[in-house]
């Protein structure tokens, strides 16, 4: 019975010294809680502190490039709006037809870019140019779009060598540096969209073109649609397309 109750006050003793280790362990815990809580706190107003002062600086340095970016900014807009107007007064912004071969050359003389459409009336396919045509002037104001009728112009037809009906005359700066003839760079459809006339075009160089010139554009396009390879030299003497119009006829 004395050695059960000298061991029940053993367990006692031991118990009460766990007890106190745990107290002091837990206070010691929560001095470290707060040492590190203070030292986050600390780090942290060392960081907003660097913030801030990064913040100052850069606004104090935003507001002359501000300022100048301002300035860019208006100059380029202004710029903008000069060439816009000068665009629009010679002809640019929409699909026009020119009453003879005599207007070709003056027009193609004024603006740095034109695309012109070589058409006659009983040739369906160039109704089918002309919906595409109206709808990218009004996109590319920085190029002119216009049409003449073949048989109002046997000596330019001569001299460009168009046999085929429709054919387009890509000219930049007053040369004419590509022919479209035909739908066969189109995808030899009549379905084919617009986007890809425009992305046709733009592998000239003729207009604006943000897409990617590698590969025609694939939304619109109908099933089976075949393009032919796009020649960075000047496309002449074609073989006929057999949906065109020859202009021997």
Same mark, same amino acid.
């Given at each position: 019975?004395?050695?059960t109750w ?7 003793r031991r118990?009460?010294?766990?007890a106190q280790?745990a107290?002091?362990?837990?206070h010691?815990?929560d ?18 502190e660097?913030l ?13 490039e501000?300022?100048?970016l ?12 000069k ?5 629009? !007064?010679k002809?640019h912004g ?16 004024e !603006? ?24 990218l ?11 003449l ?8 037809t001569d001299?460009?060598r ?11 700066d ?9 739908? !066969? ?9 617009t ?9 000239t160089?003729?207009?604006n ?5 590698l590969e025609?554009p694939?939304?619109g396009q109908?099933?089976g649609?075949k ?14 397309? !057999? ?7």
């Amino acid at each position: 019975m004395l050695q059960t109750w000298r061991e029940v006050l053993s367990q006692r003793r031991r118990g009460g010294q766990c007890a106190q280790e745990a107290a002091m362990a837990g206070h010691s815990m929560d001095i470290v809680a707060k040492v590190l809580e203070q030292q986050v706190l600390q780090s942290a107003r060392l960081v907003e502190e660097q913030l801030d002062a990064e913040l100052e600086k850069m606004e104090k340095m935003d507001e002359d490039e501000l300022e100048k970016l301002k300035e860019r900014r208006l100059e380029a807009l202004k710029k903008a709006q000069k060439q816009k107007q000068e665009w629009l !007064s010679k002809g640019h912004g929409e699909y026009r037809e020119i009453p003879s071969e005599k207007d070709f050359f003056s027009e193609v003389k004024e !603006s740095k870019n034109v695309v012109c459409h070589f058409y006659k009336d009983s040739t369906f396919r160039c109704k089918i140019l002309d919906k595409h045509l109206s709808a990218l002037a009004k996109k590319h104001l920085e190029t002119k779009f216009i049409k003449l009728n073949v048989e109002k112009a046997p000596f330019l037809t001569d001299r460009l060598r168009i046999k085929v009906i429709p054919t387009m005359a890509l000219v930049k700066d007053g040369k004419t540096k590509d022919y479209i003839v035909g739908f !066969s760079d189109l995808g030899n459809t009549d379905e084919f969209p617009t986007e890809v006339l425009e992305w046709r075009l733009g592998c000239t160089g003729i207009i604006n073109y943000s897409g990617n010139l590698l590969e025609p554009p694939t939304a619109g396009q109908k099933a089976g649609s075949k393009f032919t390879k796009v020649d960075k030299k000047t496309i002449r003497g074609k073989g006929y397309d !057999s949906d065109s119009d020859s202009d021997d006829d």
